[in-house]
């Protein structure tokens, strides 16, 4: 016998509230504090909070001063403890909300304001959206045909370095980081006296599109700097790819890139500085990638 449906129809997903879930438990994770769940509690003495499950499920370890010393070199999910062949609660609602913020961070946008803000000029490639970015890879590694006038039209040629951003995978990391990079980019590699492009950012783009903008601009070296694919831990990464002089047919291995650009991993001015310091460095050798 089927059961009658509820006259008020099927639940429904207020969206809008796991969107302000997720955001919080970014931000909260960001500044190293255990993410809250929920509405607000009625009182400090009442937080609700996804409890520490890493180290504190096992009960005593063998050896703490080793298991400190483990606990402090990774973010990774070690130590935990299982109840029976399953993860305890709190590991799990933790799991969850990690991938929670992964989802988010591929799924959502780079504010509109934070370009404004940097000035740059942007572009777009040949994916009209997020589902197609997502589904049509090559169609992120070249640009549009309106891109490239915009690149004929109002970039400048023929720069040492032409620096260029893009959302990536992980739209979260270019809203949270981009500005402070940029900034540092931006002095250390006036600094070194290096010819700098015309920056840009191009919307839902990956990351061989820089050797087409290379290219097109004449430049003799790029640096493409975008939103790492986010893992079950840091939703909010960037990576930095730099290339000399690409070709037609260049690959990964003609590229370098400095990965895990965030506060808790390379901290994005110290990696603007050393993103600098490896552009003086293949300008000099003329060179870059594996052929090193």
Same mark, same amino acid.
């Given at each position: 016998?089927?059961?009658?449906?509820?006259?008020?129809?099927?639940?429904?997903?207020?969206?809008?509230?796991?969107?302000?879930?997720?955001?919080?438990?970014?931000?909260?994770?960001?500044?190293?504090?255990?993410?809250?769940?929920?509405?607000?509690?009625?009182?400090?003495?009442?937080?609700?909070?996804?409890?520490?499950?890493?180290?504190?499920?096992?009960?005593?370890?063998?050896?703490?001063?080793?298991?400190?010393?483990?606990?402090?070199?990774?973010?990774?999910?070690?130590?935990?403890?299982?109840?029976?062949? %399953?993860?305890?609660?709190?590991?799990?609602?933790?799991? +969850? !909300?990690?991938?929670?913020? @992964? /989802?988010?961070? *591929?799924? &959502?946008?780079?504010?509109?304001?934070?370009?404004?803000?940097?000035?740059?000029?942007?572009?777009?490639?040949?994916?009209?959206?997020? %589902?197609?970015?997502?589904?049509?890879?090559?169609?992120? +590694? !070249?640009?549009?045909?309106? @891109? /490239?006038?915009? *690149?004929? &039209?109002?970039?400048?040629?023929?720069?040492?370095?032409?620096?260029?951003?893009?959302?990536?995978?992980?739209?979260?990391?270019?809203?949270?980081?981009?500005?402070?990079?940029?900034?540092?980019?931006?002095?250390?590699?006036?600094?070194?006296?290096?010819? *700098?492009?015309?920056?840009?950012?191009?919307?839902?783009?990956?990351?061989?599109?820089?050797?087409?903008?290379?290219?097109?601009?004449?430049?003799?070296?790029?640096?493409?700097?975008?939103?790492?694919?986010?893992?079950?831990?840091?939703?909010?990464?960037?990576?930095?790819?730099?290339?000399?002089?690409?070709?037609?047919?260049?690959?990964?291995?003609?590229?370098?890139?400095?990965?895990?650009?965030?506060?808790?991993?390379?901290?994005?001015?110290?990696?603007?500085?050393?993103?600098?310091?490896?552009?003086?460095?293949?300008?000099?050798?003329?060179?870059?990638?594996?052929?090193?």
């Amino acid at each position: 016998m089927s059961r009658p449906s509820s006259a008020a129809g099927p639940a429904t997903i207020d969206r809008e509230r796991v969107a302000e879930l997720v955001r919080a438990t970014l931000a909260e994770l960001k500044g190293g504090r255990a993410p809250r769940i929920g509405p607000a509690p009625a009182s400090a003495s009442e937080p609700l909070l996804l409890s520490p499950d890493r180290g504190v499920n096992l009960g005593a370890p063998f050896d703490d001063a080793a298991m400190k010393g483990m606990l402090s070199v990774t973010p990774a999910r070690i130590a935990v403890g299982r109840a029976g062949t %399953r993860y305890r609660t709190n590991t799990l609602l933790r799991f +969850r !909300a990690d991938h929670a913020a @992964a /989802k988010d961070a *591929v799924m &959502s946008e780079v504010d509109v304001k934070v370009i404004e803000k940097l000035g740059v000029v942007e572009l777009t490639t040949r994916a009209k959206d997020k %589902r197609m970015f997502l589904e049509r890879p090559d169609a992120g +590694r !070249a640009l549009s045909d309106e @891109a /490239k006038e915009i *690149v004929a &039209s109002r970039l400048a040629r023929a720069p040492q370095v032409q620096v260029a951003y893009g959302d990536g995978l992980s739209a979260a990391a270019v809203n949270a980081h981009l500005e402070a990079f940029h900034g540092a980019l931006t002095r250390e590699l006036a600094a070194r006296s290096i010819r *700098v492009g015309t920056p840009v950012f191009i919307r839902r783009s990956r990351v061989k599109v820089m050797d087409e903008l290379a290219r097109l601009t004449d430049a003799e070296a790029c640096v493409f700097t975008c939103g790492e694919r986010p893992g079950l831990g840091f939703a909010d990464s960037l990576s930095s790819y730099y290339i000399y002089r690409p070709a037609s047919g260049a690959t990964d291995a003609d590229r370098e890139v400095l990965s895990n650009i965030n506060p808790r991993g390379v901290e994005p001015t110290k990696a603007a500085a050393m993103v600098a310091d490896a552009c003086v460095r293949i300008l000099r050798d003329k060179k870059s990638g594996v052929v090193l």
